[in-house]
């Protein structure tokens, strides 16, 4: 059984930096997302997220 490993990401709030949306992902997912947002300039907060 191969297990994958999951990452929480939360899409930052400009203004005051709270968390506008939550999402888990793979590490695929999350690299995809992390190159979009350096080309918006959009804040991401990552961490690995607990089995679930």
Not at 2 to 7: G, L, N, S, Y
Not at 22 to 34: M, P, S, Y
Request: hydrophobic letters at 45%.
């Amino acid at each position: 059984m191969t297990h994958t490993m999951r990452f929480e990401i939360l899409r930052l709030d400009d203004a005051n930096g709270s968390a506008t949306d939550r999402l888990i992902a793979d590490a695929e997912t999350v690299r995809e997302l992390v190159q979009a947002a350096a080309s918006t300039g959009e804040r991401l907060l990552i961490r690995p997220c607990p089995a679930i």
